[in-house]
């Protein structure tokens, strides 16, 4: 089933490609997923909800528009709130949200550097595509070693981005404990598809930026899991 659903969004990016002109390739796919995502529900995926698998058929379809190597426009509301920045590197936390690029993607056009994404494998070039840019980030791969980089690029006060969340859905508190020993800053990040097609974004401080202690990383990432859970929830 899965090699079906991946040969239908392939062939629906390639017409998109052939037939639309660029500034409308997004709002064909918000369009055509309003029927595919009705597409092949089975025992495996019945209770699945349908906002939630259209907002991650949107991701795949801007995932595979994005390999073109062409620039286009997705519409999104971008909302901020700075700090004063740190002399020892932010740390960008999110976790694997359908349309989280797209939020990576606002946070570049709003001239918010990331200097690298933390990943979990990596890729032919060790650079991470940001869906509608030709920009790419280049990767620190986790492994044995990654938080010795991850050190040593935050003392030089660069952005690192990653998500937080493992696949038993665990949060791992590694990185904001790299943030407690350094005193960098930590900052989230959220996408969220909405009832009118555009991407909501936001990227804010955590409520205690500098994770100074125990309960500070725990309360942290207890914010951080209280609102992914709420994006998934309006999601249905």
């Known amino acids: 089933m899965r090699s ?3 040969v239908l969004y392939k062939l629906i990016a390639f017409l998109i490609r052939l037939f639309c ?3 409308y390739w997004y709002s064909v796919v ?19 909800a349908i906002e939630r698998r259209r907002a991650d058929q949107i991701n795949k379809l801007l995932s595979l528009l994005t390999r073109s190597q062409r620039e286009f426009p997705i519409p999104y509301t971008f909302e901020s709130f700075e700090l004063p920045k740190s002399t020892q590197g ?26 690298y994404a933390l990943v979990g494998r990596a890729t032919k070039d060790s650079k991470m595509a940001v869906w509608g840019m030709k920009t790419k980030l280049p990767t620190l791969v986790r492994n044995s070693y ?5 050190k ?54 955590a409520p205690y930026p500098n994770c100074n202690t125990q309960q500070e990383i725990e309360a942290n990432l207890n914010y951080l899991r209280k ?9 249905g």
């Open 146 to 150: 990654v938080l010795v980089k991850a």
């Open 152 to 205: 040593t690029r935050l003392q030089q006060n660069k952005t690192i981005l990653l998500m937080i969340d493992q696949k038993d859905g665990q949060y791992s508190p590694n990185m904001l404990k790299l943030c407690q020993k350094l005193n960098s800053q930590l900052y989230f990040l959220f996408s969220e598809l909405s009832a009118h097609g555009e991407i909501i974004t936001r990227y804010l401080p």
């Open 21 to 23: 002109p660029i500034k």
């Open 90 to 115: 932010i740390i960008l936390c999110s976790v694997h949200l359908p349309l989280v690029k797209v939020a990576v993607k606002s946070c570049l056009e709003h001239e918010i550097l990331i200097d």
């Open 227 to 235: 609102e992914s859970d709420e994006i998934f929830r309006r999601y």
């Open 4 to 6: 079906i659903h991946n």
């Open 30 to 48: 918000h369009k055509v997923t309003q029927f595919t995502k009705y597409l092949f529900i089975n025992s495996t995926n019945k209770f699945h």
